[in-house]
């Protein structure tokens, strides 16, 4: 298993798999190219679909200024290596000089084809939750201590470089209003969550308000084009860090144990990568927001003292109940559902601590068997239901302005 390290990347949304990753091969190529004097490329697939939408163009041209793009449409998923497949041509005097297909495997992270990246590299002898957990039993350690142990001793410091961006997302998103762009009219409404509060407003009522506020912050920054982190996608950002951001500032839990949740979160988010997919067009957006409610639960159990078992039950009640969850992004945006979806994550992720907190002991599902699942069901999912905007809310909606 690879690095958890490249589970989370700063980058700009709205699509880790349509902006910070074909961002980055943009720069790659045109890097292997430099005597190129103009550059083509053809999006395929979810790409070619939902790439106008989520500003896929504008994100390679930042990486090859003055790129031509091409949408293609006809070419059918099922001839492609990957869903979100680009070829790269780099041309100089009217002739080709260089092509790759590159893959946009989620997360923000690509795959040229043929090649291994440094992303590629093996950390962890083990590939899911099980042989983990024996190997922390064996060893009587805790997932943190296994983590440090195969991680560089720069995880710290990376960790914590995250969770600032993580910080600035939310408080930016508070701070700001108006109409997110793409012609949807959607109207940001972070600020007016964390603002209204209302009269005699229980303790429990105000939490989920403050994470809400908190998610729609991230999730509004994202569509917005604003710096995000992928947790573990740009269309999932601000499930993971609603809860976190809540629990450091609103519950006064100290950044340094924040971190080690996070990087709890981030092996989670791994074995789901490794054994399935993290990616919206492969998958549905179980892949995403499943992925992302997996994550924060893992973490906050984490966050809690909570034993091994615990943490595993809290990501698999997570995972498990956000099986079948389509990607139908209306408009090709990542407003609707997408926003609201990572609001109700994050509360669902809190609902599954509270179950494996007491229930532990009498789970049958292993987090291994449920992230089969969900690939699985990613697998079977109709072609349509997979990012592609050509279903759902997606297809009913059909883009009219919000009242």
Request: glycine letters at 10%; proline letters at 4%.
């Amino acid at each position: 298993m690879k690095s958890i390290r490249s589970v989370y990347k700063i980058g700009h949304g709205p699509s880790s798999s349509h902006t910070v990753g074909p961002f980055r091969a943009a720069c790659e190529f045109g890097r292997r190219y430099p005597a190129a004097d103009c550059f083509r490329v053809t999006l395929y697939g979810s790409l070619a679909f939902t790439g106008e939408g989520h500003g896929t163009g504008k994100s390679i041209r930042q990486g090859l200024p003055g790129a031509e793009i091409r949408f293609d449409r006809e070419t059918p998923e099922a001839e492609l290596p990957h869903p979100n497949t680009m070829r790269f041509e780099a041309l100089r005097a009217g002739k080709i000089i260089g092509q790759s297909r590159v893959f946009s495997i989620g997360g923000g992270s690509i795959r040229f084809e043929g090649e291994e990246s440094d992303e590629e590299k093996e950390v962890y002898p083990q590939k899911g939750f099980t042989e983990i957990l024996r190997q922390c039993r064996e060893r009587d350690i805790s997932l943190v201590q296994f983590i440090r142990e195969r991680e560089a001793p720069s995880l710290r410091e990376d960790l914590a470089e995250v969770w600032r961006a993580m910080q600035d997302a939310v408080q930016r998103g508070l701070r700001t209003d108006g109409i997110l762009p793409g012609g949807l009219g959607v109207a940001r409404k972070a600020r007016i969550l964390y603002e209204k509060r209302c009269y005699n407003e229980s303790a429990d009522v105000t939490m989920n308000r403050l994470i809400a506020a908190y998610a729609y912050a991230v999730s509004e920054e994202n569509a917005s084009e604003g710096l995000v982190v992928t947790a573990p996608t740009c269309g999932s950002c601000g499930v993971l860090p609603s809860v976190m951001y809540y629990m450091q500032h609103d519950r006064g839990f100290p950044e340094e144990e924040i971190l080690d949740a996070l990087a709890v979160a981030a092996l989670i988010g791994n074995i789901i990568r490794t054994n399935a997919s993290i990616s919206g067009a492969e998958c549905g957006c179980q892949a995403e927001i499943g992925s992302a409610c997996a994550m924060t639960a893992g973490a906050l159990a984490a966050l809690h003292g909570l034993n091994i078992d615990q943490i595993e039950y809290a990501a698999e009640i997570a995972m498990e109940h956000n099986l079948g969850l389509t990607c139908d992004p209306v408009g090709g945006l990542v407003q609707i559902p997408c926003i609201e979806r990572n609001a109700v994550a994050a509360m669902r992720a809190i609902s599954s601590v509270n179950l494996s907190r007491f229930l532990y002991s009498t789970r049958k599902i292993s987090f291994d068997d449920v992230v089969e699942t969900m690939y699985r069901t990613g697998k079977d999912m109709n072609e349509k239901y997979r990012e592609t905007s050509h279903g759902g809310l997606a297809q009913i909606y059909a883009g009219r302005p919000e009242a």
